[in-house]
């Protein structure tokens, strides 16, 4: 049964940084692509950063600058670090991943990030 656990949540005063962490169990296979997203209360889930195997990255405009997303070379990790946070960066941030070989992608159950102003 693979598992996807994020950590690394908490409450953070506007400037400040978070260290986000994905980690999958469950799976000898390793990470292909891994997404984060967020989801803010009364708002949609949305796409905030993705790297694929290879290393190329993508960004959500607004966090460009500020967010680093990167992976670790055993392949069960990824990390997001979010700068200079926002009040507008609180959501519930979530990790979406799929692994080599497989066609199922993989959510997390979510790190609730606050940044107060």
């Known amino acids: 049964q693979v598992q996807v656990v994020e950590s690394g949540g908490g409450l953070v005063q506007a400037g400040g940084s978070l260290r986000l962490s994905c980690a999958v169990s469950g799976s000898t296979r390793s990470i292909n692509n891994m997404g984060w997203y967020r989801q803010a209360p009364g708002k949609q889930r949305e796409f905030v950063a993705y790297?694929?195997?290879?290393?190329?990255?993508k960004y959500t405009d607004s966090v460009k600058g500020r967010f680093t997303i990167s992976r670790d070379n055993a392949g069960k990790s990824g990390y997001l670090q979010m700068n200079s946070l926002k009040s507008e960066d609180t959501a519930v941030y979530y990790c979406?991943?799929?692994?080599?070989?497989?066609?199922?992608?993989?959510w997390g159950q979510g790190t609730q990030v606050t940044v107060s102003s």
């Open positions: 790297i694929n195997y290879g290393g190329t990255t």
């Open positions: 979406n991943i799929d692994l080599w070989g497989s066609l199922s992608s993989y």
